[in-house]
């Protein structure tokens, strides 16, 4: 009990500068809760004289906030939801947010009150969208995003206690991608794409690592090295596709991981160069394989290559411990003969084009700019000649005149 304005009040008291209400009610336990009322003379009165009443209407409205919490599914609570997100977002993003929620999340979660939603789910629902709808990393963030959204607003509302998105992690990035039998590294929807270059060989290494492997081996090291095409080419290639005279390899197919013979990455042609040291290591192969008429480079029975297992796993392998080199993917013999040829001075496009077989020179400058050397040149000598020398010789005249 508690005395204020000469009056005892037994259920009205003072916390702060509000009026608070304490009592015990039929089935309930003992309450005390602050009624938002500022402190004054009338408002102790109205709460000492309506106690039960007030208290009553709380554990109501208690109990009916629990009831709906219990029964209210996220697929009831969206329509809420995105009207809360229409003070922030627009018209547009509203309806993109809509659909991506319905098609990826709704599926799973929508018949879900609130409190069903746990991580356990939330980690199985992740590597669904991962393995099954195959959505790359930088999607399901998104829609994780979109996700947590929700339940915010359902905390906001009352109606969810805990966000689950914010304690569970969005996949790793190295889940998304993953390397083949062959050695491709893949996608998260199984495309073969380019390696990252972590750590090209120097040319000293190339020469060393040429010189130290045996057999047909050295051979294959030596295309590849210095042709820069990819391992599935290098496997596919037939005699029929060298042109001794205009010293080029016509690249026209690739192995796949189904074992068998497609077309190339970006399904074209490309005729490259033979260097030197690659005429040498084919003329010296021709000796061995030429007079068959197939393929350039055959494994032990006598077949062509189907598998990189013979290359990674043994020779490759074998070969780096040997001389001391950490191991490196096998695919560094691409990466390598661009570094080398760009860090020399070699022309861009002629690497990117003619060589890679990029089909944008820009792909190429997002994977190797900085192996790039700057040519130190005077520029636009073409301009150094008697007219431009007349013209600049008139404007002096001009302006001392």
Same mark, same amino acid.
């Given at each position: 009990m508690a005395k204020f304005f000469n009056k005892d009040y037994k259920h009205a008291f003072k916390r702060g500068s509000k009026v608070w209400v304490s009592g015990k009610i039929k089935g309930q336990s003992y309450h005390r809760m602050s009624t938002a009322k500022g402190f004054s003379k009338a408002n102790m009165n109205y709460v000492e004289n309506h106690w039960e009443e007030i208290l009553e209407e709380y554990f109501e409205q208690k109990n009916m906030l629990m009831e709906r919490k219990r029964m209210l599914t996220l697929r009831d609570f969206l329509p809420r939801s995105l009207e809360l997100r229409t003070e922030t977002a627009s018209e547009g993003t509203i309806r993109d947010y809509e659909l991506s929620i319905r098609k990826h999340i709704l599926p799973v979660f929508g018949d879900c009150k609130f409190d069903e939603i746990t991580i356990s789910k939330i980690k199985d629902w992740q590597k669904y969208l991962r393995v099954e709808v195959k959505l790359s990393q930088k999607t399901i963030i998104g829609i994780r995003a979109m996700f947590s959204g929700i339940l915010n607003h359902a905390i906001e509302e009352g109606i969810a206690t805990t966000n689950v998105i914010s304690q569970t992690k969005a996949p790793d990035k190295k889940l998304f991608v993953q390397y083949d039998e062959f050695g491709n590294l893949l996608d998260h929807k199984g495309r073969e794409i380019e390696d990252k270059i972590l750590d090209p060989f120097t040319l000293d290494d190339v020469l060393r690592l040429i010189d130290a492997a045996e057999g047909q081996f050295k051979l294959i090291l030596t295309v590849l090295f210095f042709t820069g095409m990819r391992?599935?080419? !290098? @496997?596919?290639?037939?005699?029929? *596709?060298?042109?001794?005279?205009?010293?080029?390899? +016509?690249?026209?197919?690739?192995?796949?991981?189904? +074992?068998? $013979? /497609?077309?190339? %990455?970006?399904?074209?042609?490309?005729? $490259?160069? $033979?260097?030197? #040291? @690659? !005429?040498?290591?084919? %003329?010296?192969? &021709?000796? @061995?394989? /030429?007079?068959? /008429?197939? =393929? #350039? =480079?055959?494994?032990?029975?006598?077949?062509?290559?189907?598998? &990189? *297992?013979? =290359?990674?796993?043994? +020779?490759?392998?074998?070969?780096?411990?040997?001389? /001391? &080199?950490? &191991?490196r993917k096998f695919y560094q013999t691409r990466h390598t003969f661009a570094s080398i040829m760009l860090s020399n001075g070699e022309d861009i496009i002629w690497v990117s084009k003619v060589m890679l077989g990029h089909s944008e020179v820009a792909t190429t400058y997002k994977f190797y700019a900085k192996y790039i050397q700057p040519k130190n040149k005077k520029h636009a000598t073409f301009l150094d000649d008697e007219r431009t020398n007349n013209v600049q010789n008139i404007n002096l005249k001009s302006e001392s005149a």
């Open positions: 391992t599935g080419e !290098m @496997v596919t290639l037939k005699w029929s *596709d060298i042109d001794w005279s205009s010293e080029t390899i +016509h690249i026209q197919r690739a192995n796949n991981s189904s +074992h068998k $013979i /497609g077309t190339t %990455k970006n399904g074209t042609t490309r005729k $490259i160069t $033979i260097l030197p #040291i @690659v !005429m040498d290591a084919l %003329k010296k192969q &021709y000796k @061995v394989t /030429g007079l068959k /008429g197939g =393929f #350039i =480079f055959l494994a032990q029975d006598g077949g062509r290559y189907t598998t &990189y *297992d013979t =290359f990674r796993k043994h +020779h490759w392998k074998n070969l780096l411990l040997r001389l /001391g &080199y950490d &191991y």
